[in-house]
């Protein structure tokens, strides 16, 4: 107020001391007459005519938006302060706040007004990605979700995208443009309204597999198959053959030889990729010998190499006179392998096995009965073997089924029955019976051992065992040929 009074005084001296230099009035008494008439004629406060104003949400509160008036001083000169300890500008809702108004002459008024917190502002939409302007670019296949491609947000809700409404669903199963329109209300009821067009395209390029990595590594001599190596798979075409550009030479060894890859769908994506490949000698020498099992009797004499038949390498070729054999010893009956192993030059190493089967060698073997040690090995791991009429093993055996059982061990096929048995070869006497033959009697057969002895399935209860020839009734002999 003093710098006002001031103010005023200033411009009467400039007028009337100064410019007019008609007047010789004392500076002193014109002070003293403006402070004591200005006071002494402006008795009347301001008055404060706002009841109630509304500011927008997040805005600071303006002094200046409450309706003051003065009988003498204008709304700028009339001194306006607030209590706005209680608003608060991010909380919707009304608030009581004090205003006081204090004018040129001093005098003062307050009053409480409701000051209203208010959203006017609708909410916004916003393109995710790459999208410029109303187009919105969509992958065909793509989600249909507009959560995908746009989100609305709001000066007070925040996020409000799931509460999009839209004037139709979004096709994204194949190519088109949709102009669809989207519609988003904030809780205030201020409602956002936009068009936007919808470009959905084949935005995806195919894919290149590569299966076992940029870098691979294939055998000498084979047949390359990009197949093996690459597959291109496509979002609408599904699967696609790339163009190749280079060669695969199997035979140029240790040579690093790259492969350009490039493949197009139908939309005009484009991909690319590059697959390196290295010629090795991976695989081994392959042995291939003429028996995968032989039998023999112990303490025969076998050459092993005599079974050999080749041995190839796919890069160094015949290496049949490198392999190397480690034969068993043959003195001994039992089941054991002979192993044939060669190695080419990259140290690939190959080898195959040979089942040996060694049969038990028996005391009186005659020449003329060749079976007769296979027949016997087959009836000695049979011993213990309960009795079983009509049995024939392998694991309960009755006469007949045991004879059978034996001679089948050596490929012989016979009857189940022991009249059957007697007219399976020739029949000679008992007395000139060799290991291996058949002993038989009306309703019974065995097998002859040598030295007075034979060995059967006798009867119910009891088990396969030897038993002495002498007494048993037996009336002849069969020898199967």
């Known amino acids: 107020m003093d710098i006002n009074i001031k103010t005023k005084l200033k411009n009467v001296f400039n007028e009337y001391i100064i410019n007019r230099k008609a007047m010789f009035i004392p500076i002193a008494a014109v002070a003293s007459f403006m402070l004591v008439g200005y006071a002494a004629t402006d008795k009347e406060k301001p008055e404060i005519k706002s009841k109630q104003i509304e500011i927008p949400f997040g805005e600071k509160f303006d002094l200046a938006s409450i309706d003051i008036t003065d009988n003498k001083d204008s709304r700028e000169l009339i001194d306006v302060s607030a209590d706005t300890s209680s608003l608060n500008v991010n909380q919707l809702g009304t608030y009581d706040v004090e205003v006081v108004a204090i004018d040129q002459g001093a005098n003062e008024a307050r009053k409480k007004i409701k000051v209203t917190v208010v959203d006017n502002e609708k909410p916004k939409f916003e393109m995710l990605g790459t999208s410029r302007g109303y187009t919105i670019d969509v992958p065909v296949k793509g989600s249909a979700d507009f959560s995908s491609y746009l989100k609305a947000t709001d000066n007070v809700d925040g996020d409000v995208t799931p509460f999009i409404e839209a004037s139709t669903v979004l096709n994204t199963e194949v190519p088109s443009l949709q102009d669809i329109t989207l519609k988003v209300a904030d809780s205030s009821g201020n409602e956002a309204v936009e068009t936007f ?7 995806e390029a195919p894919v290149i597999n590569l299966l076992h990595g940029e870098n691979v590594t294939v055998d000498y001599g084979s047949v390359f198959d990009l197949n093996n190596y690459v597959n291109v798979i496509d979002n609408l075409d599904g699967v696609l053959i790339p163009n190749v550009e280079g060669t695969v030479d199997t035979l140029k060894m240790d040579e690093v030889q790259s492969l350009k890859l490039s493949v197009q769908d139908s939309s005009g994506n484009i991909t690319e990729s590059k697959l ?43 290496v049949k006179a490198k ?49 007769g040690n296979a027949v016997l090995s087959a009836a000695y791991s049979k011993l213990g073997a309960p009795y079983k009429w009509g049995a024939e093993g392998p694991n309960a055996f009755d006469c007949s089924g045991f004879v059978k059982w034996c001679y089948a061990k050596v ?22 019976a060799q290991p291996g033959d058949i002993l038989w009697k009306s309703g019974h057969v065995g097998i002859y051992i040598g030295g007075g002895k034979y060995i059967h399935a006798p009867q119910t209860g009891d088990v396969v065992k030897i038993s002495s020839v002498s007494g048993s009734g037996f009336v002849c002999a069969v020898r199967v040929k």
Do not use: C, M, R, W
């Not at 089967?357 to 079976?371: F, R, S, T």
């Open 197 to 203: 067009t919808f470009a959905v395209s084949d935005l």
């Open 411 to 432: 490929g012989v096929s016979l009857p189940h029955s022991s009249s059957g048995q007697k007219n399976a070869g020739t029949q000679i006497s008992v007395s000139a």
């Open 323 to 371: 392999v190397e054999i480690s034969a068993p010893k043959t003195d001994k009956a039992g089941s054991k392998t002979a192993t044939y192993t060669v190695k080419d030059e990259a140290g690939n190493v190959g080898s195959v096995s040979l089942a040996v089967k060694i049969n038990k060698v028996y005391a009186g073997l005659a020449p003329e009965n060749d079976y």
């Open 276 to 318: 390196n490949v290295v010629v090795k000698d991976l695989s081994a020498p392959v042995i291939t010998l003429s028996e995968s099992t032989i039998t023999i009797n112990a303490g025969d004499t076998v050459d092993f190499s005599s079974y050999l038949v080749s041995a190839v390498d796919n890069k160094d070729g015949d």
